[in-house]
């Protein structure tokens, strides 16, 4: 995607061939940085930080981290160490777990001498396939955003939650990836950008990238999405997922689940945008996808840029309160209209998924 005009990815390697460069998205709004990694604990430390985020990008990043660590030693053990560490950096979002996979399938049976460089040709192709995939996810969302009933006008309103978008993936985007293709095609769209709380990836991130491509949009209070659907005000709701379930159980940023109420209160279309390997099929619904507990810091402080320019950090809580920090929440399956992947869109239980990839059928039953 561009950034003033010109065109980046999330996360590419260096012209030496070695070296991974990512934008630093803790920098974001304010600065776009280029930061370089050259370790595993390098890559470990971009998924713990958030240097990186978003299920499809974690993924990337940790095969990333796997070519760094067999640069340094391609040994089995160094493989091991390197898949444990990156395992550990983000327990929620599935693709980091199937983007190991991955690379581990690639690697085995290549001799230590040649593993660092089937590495890296690896993890290449999975940045390739994800391009590939949101690209797909865009192109099957557009014919739901383009039927989809205007409730207040010509120009389609569509309201978001976290940062679903190029910068959650190699390139493109999930959730937003359709709304790119609209107003590619001349769609007239508009986006409400909820803030998303308490890390602003919506404010911070989304805002950002929608105001670089020139797509409408304006940023609202995580609490006022549920005051637009009752005024009809949003026609449409669509997020992005970091893990879903065999039944269609939808986990996503902390929030999501209460614009997921509102919007079936409202009778608004929520749609989750995902690619296939954010599916979990080894679990039954999601009550058992693990809900990361972040810093309670993320919430008690909040970080900006002041009048002058500098980075500041400023306390918001009484001195002595608690605060209490889960990342993620479960939308149950029935709130959710429909979910889009790269194959096309589906029901939101096992059959709808079921009928979007039938070769997991023998292996669900």
């Known amino acids: 995607m561009r950034v003033d005009g010109v065109p980046y990815r999330t996360i590419w390697v260096a012209e030496d061939g070695k070296t991974v460069e990512i934008v630093d998205q803790t920098r974001l709004p304010h600065a776009f940085s280029v930061v370089a990694l050259r370790t595993l604990d390098d890559a470990v430390r971009a998924i713990a930080t958030m240097q990186v985020r978003g299920a499809p990008l974690i993924g990337v990043t940790a095969a990333y981290g796997v070519c760094l660590a ?8 160094s493989l091991e160490r390197a898949c444990a560490a990156l395992f550990a950096s983000r327990p929620t979002a599935v693709n980091l777990r199937w983007a190991l996979g991955q690379m581990r399938d690639a690697l085995a049976g290549a001799a230590p001498a040649e593993r660092c460089e089937c590495a890296y040709a690896a ?6 396939e994800d391009v590939a995939l949101c690209r797909a996810i865009g192109e099957h969302g557009v014919a739901l955003l383009a039927d989809a009933k205007r409730r ?6 569509l309201l978001t939650h976290c940062n679903a978008g190029w910068l959650a993936t190699v390139d493109w985007g999930t959730a937003l990836a359709p709304i790119y293709a609209a107003h590619e095609r001349g769609l007239s769209v508009h986006v409400w950008v909820d803030e998303t709380r308490p890390r602003n990836q919506g404010a911070n991130l989304t ?3 929608l105001g670089q491509h020139g797509v409408p949009h304006t940023v609202i209070a995580d609490n006022a999405g549920g005051h637009l659907m009752r005024a009809g005000r949003v026609d449409v709701c669509i997020v992005g997922a970091d893990r879903v379930a065999a039944n269609g159980d939808v986990c996503n940023k902390i929030g999501t689940y209460l614009k997921a109420l509102a919007a079936h209160d409202n009778a608004v ?17 999601g009550a058992a996808i693990p809900i990361e507990e972040r810093d309670a810091g993320e ?4 970080r900006g840029r002041a009048a002058g320019g500098a980075w ?15 990342a993620f929440d479960v939308t149950p399956a029935r709130l959710v209209t429909g979910i889009v992947t790269e194959r096309g869109a589906c029901a939101a239980s096992r059959e709808g998924l079921l009928a979007l990839y039938p070769e997991r059928r023998a292996a669900a039953t």
């Open 299 to 302: 919430v008690a402080r909040i």
């Open 269 to 285: 279309p929520f749609y989750a945008a995902l690619p296939y390997s954010t599916i979990d099929w080894t679990l039954t619904d």
């Open 70 to 77: 067999l640069r340094a030693d391609p040994s089995d053990a």
């Open 123 to 128: 993890a290449a192709a999975l940045a390739e």
């Open 312 to 326: 500041t950090e400023v306390d918001l809580l009484p001195p002595g309160s608690a605060a209490a920090n889960p």
């Open 152 to 157: 207040s006008g010509a120009t389609l309103q």
């Open 207 to 209: 805002a950002w990238e």
